[in-house]
């Protein structure tokens, strides 16, 4: 497919955005869970805690530049920076070409962004920040009513009020059900509420017809994995798997696909 020079200019620019953006969550992934201001002090190397000049800081690629190491230390720094921003940019570009600019896209790029501050904290401390999730329900119910007053564009995939209302319920409410029914059948704990939080944040953003097709890819993935957890690691069923990130992933499909996804299971006419 031919883009103009136009959309190749503005997909670039969404892509540099999103790359910033993507650094700017670095900081958010690494100090969160510590407790520590994602304002000061500056970027600095996680090891020896020299401050990164500016132009070391730039997203994507001052660490192509310096082969993924501290210009001062020389030590290695994790890939996952490096990770993080390029999925930043690239969903961010497939955003754009999913919706265009407009609220809608602005909307959903924060949501976004929280999916993956979320996915890689969880994966690192198994904890889901209510400094996120508990301010996302809120942002996603008053976009919702923003997006109503204000946008003509009744395509656009930011959920009705009444919808983000329901996505919140919904979300919150059936892992909440699932956690209490698992809980006194086995007495054990098998839904944490950081999970609880987190998929009532989506169903603010998403509306509630994300929550049955988050929580079957979430299942899903979470099943295989999972699955070939336990066989590589000799594991038992009762190891507990970190389930935000496949709650993240399920919500991203639902965000890209979930119009196609719904569209293929009703009736025809």
């Known amino acids: 497919m031919n883009l103009s020079p136009a959309l190749l200019l503005i997909s670039s620019v969404v892509f540099i955005f999103g790359a910033v953006v993507g650094s700017f969550l670095n900081v958010c992934i690494a100090r969160l869970p510590k407790g520590e201001s994602i304002v000061s002090p ?12 500016f132009y070391d800081n730039i997203p994507l690629i001052s660490y192509l530049h ?17 990770v993080v921003e390029f999925l930043m940019a690239v969903l961010a570009v497939l955003l754009f070409s999913r919706i265009g600019l407009g609220l809608a896209f602005f909307v959903n ?61 919904v979300g919150g409410g059936s892992l909440l059900l699932v956690a209490w029914t698992y ?18 944040m989506i169903g603010a953003f998403l509306g509630w017809p994300s929550i049955p097709v988050t929580l079957f890819f979430a299942s899903l993935i979470g099943s295989i994995v999972g699955v070939a957890f336990m066989l590589k690691k000799g594991v ?24 196609l996804l719904i569209a293929l299971y009703q009736p025809l006419g």
């Open 109 to 169: 790029f924060v949501l976004v962004a929280a999916l993956i501050v979320i996915t890689f904290i969880d994966l690192d401390v198994r904890i889901v920040p209510d400094v996120i999730s508990l301010p996302g329900i809120g942002l996603g119910l008053i976009s919702s009513i923003v997006n109503s007053q204000w946008s003509m564009d009744y395509s656009a995939i930011v959920p009705s009020p009444v919808s983000s209302l329901l996505g919140i319920l």
């Open 42 to 53: 500056p970027s600095h190397c996680p090891l020896c805690k020299t401050p990164i000049a």
């Open 236 to 259: 038992d069923s009762k190891y507990a798997l970190p389930f935000a990130p496949f709650l993240c992933f399920g919500a991203l499909v639902y965000l890209f696909f979930g119009k």
């Open 183 to 200: 809980q006194f059948f086995t007495g054990i704990e098998g839904m944490g509420g950081g999970d609880i939080k987190l998929l009532a």
């Open 66 to 82: 310096l082969r993924g190491r501290c210009r001062s230390c020389g030590e290695r720094i994790s890939p996952r920076y490096f």
